[in-house]
């Protein structure tokens, strides 16, 4: 299947420091990639889809000037955390689709980034 | 995006078939089923979806009930690897964005 990798996969920051997470699609270009977050036991959920040449769609109640997303290119698409705060501390983790497959039911996802902020 | 129940936790012994169900009574006509798994700190990995018929892939079987308002997930010889948290999630496309819910926690004992 497709490959999508996060970096770094850990990072501890101090607060009031900003932290960029990158996900790029390793053997296929995405046109549409989707950056997830995820609490200690809770479920995943969404922050904003991101496109490729256009603004990410942010979810409702997701800081858009906190949480910057760039899409650049079909195969990077990078989060930054601006002024991270502990309470910003969380599995952060990205997805992509593979259209060129036909499998576009399919997302492929990312190991996931583990934020710590002190 | 249909609302989605499932059990919170399930246990099965090792090398016995593994059944996970889930409800989605108010799923539409457009929707399809979607089973993906989430191992402890690692990103989400696709199962397998369905719409009406039932599926088979060489992960696991999808079984969608004739109403589809429920439907089973049916890994058929689990492992200790398989222990995992599996999401069963009602969606138009995985081209949109993916609702998760809270999932099943399946732990396969020795």
């Known amino acids: 299947g497709a490959v999508v990798s996060q970096h770094p996969s850990r990072v501890i920051c101090k607060s009031g420091t900003s932290v960029k997470i990158e996900c790029r699609s390793l053997d296929f270009q995405a046109t549409t990639m989707f950056w997830y977050r995820q609490f200690p036991k809770q479920s995943l959920m969404l922050m904003a889809t991101s496109n490729e040449g256009s603004k990410a769609t942010y979810e409702q109640g997701v800081e858009k000037d906190k949480f910057l997303i760039n899409h650049a290119s079909l195969t990077l698409s990078t989060l930054t955390v601006t002024s991270a705060h502990p309470e910003d501390s969380s599995f952060y983790i990205c997805s992509a689709r593979d259209p060129s497959k036909g499998r576009d039911y399919e997302q492929y996802f990312g190991p996931g980034t583990r934020l710590t902020v002190t | ?110």
């Not at chain 2, 593994?18 to 989400?44: D, F, K």
């Not at chain 2, 009406?52 to 308002?69: G, Q, V, W, Y």
């Not at chain 2, 081209?95 to 004992?109: D, E, K, P, Y």
């Open chain 2, 1 to 110: 995006d249909a609302k989605t129940t499932q059990p919170t936790s399930m246990d099965c012994a090792e090398g016995r078939a593994a059944n996970l169900p889930c409800n989605h009574s108010t799923i539409s006509g457009n929707e399809y089923v979607y089973w993906y798994r989430q191992i402890h700190s690692q990103g989400p990995q696709y199962i397998i979806h369905g719409l009406k018929n039932n599926e088979t892939n060489e992960m696991a079987s999808l079984i969608i009930t004739e109403d589809r308002k429920s439907s089973t997930l049916i890994l058929p010889h689990a492992t200790l690897r398989d222990t995992a948290v599996y999401y069963c999630i009602a969606a138009v496309g995985s081209a949109r964005q993916l609702t998760f819910g809270s999932g099943t926690q399946l732990t396969v004992l020795p």
